[in-house]
């Protein structure tokens, strides 16, 4: 198996632990998950949902998601930011391409690759992290 090959199945199987991890959200339209991984070792992660302390439902009562909610990649890079871990030069793996705002983020971050599964209603996140150098792959099926 050739290193391509490996960082491909890596990359298939870290999307199916996001996947998982994205079960932990309340959140009822869309349920994210993201995965920070460095020198394959998973350093961070997180999942679509209220701040600590909030009560865990993320929409309204006309099914619209509350402003306060929290993406997933926003948790998993403030959380690794809490740690004594470093985000610089990692691979983010998230369930859906990420938002313009959580783009941001990942770029002041440090994180270098983005690793995703689905294609999120608009493409300006994405096209802002290939235009700061981020490499970004999609990966539309996790069958090994």
């Known amino acids: ?11 298939k199987r870290y999307l199916r632990m996001a996947e998982i991890w994205a079960e932990n959200s ?7 998950g993201a ?3 460095r020198e394959q070792m998973i350093i961070s992660d997180g999942f679509n949902g209220t701040p600590a302390g909030f009560e865990n439902v993320c929409e309204d009562e006309d099914g619209k998601t509350k402003p306060y909610v929290l993406h997933a990649e ?4 403030t959380k690794v930011a809490r740690s004594n871990n ?8 998230v369930t859906a391409s ?3 705002e959580c783009s941001k983020l990942i770029i002041q971050a440090g994180i270098k690759r ?15 992290l290939v235009r700061a150098g981020i490499e970004c ?3 539309p099926d996790l069958s090994e």
């Open 98 to 100: 990420p938002c313009l």
């Open 86 to 93: 470093s985000s610089e030069g990692a691979t983010l793996y």
């Open 1 to 11: 198996m050739n290193n391509n090959t490996k960082q491909i199945v890596l990359d």
């Open 35 to 37: 995965l920070i991984v």
């Open 137 to 139: 792959v999609h990966v």
């Open 114 to 128: 983005v690793v995703y599964h689905e294609l999120y209603r608009m493409s300006d996140g994405i096209d802002l």
């Open 26 to 32: 309340y959140c009822v339209r869309r349920r994210v």
């Open 74 to 77: 926003a948790n998993a890079i």
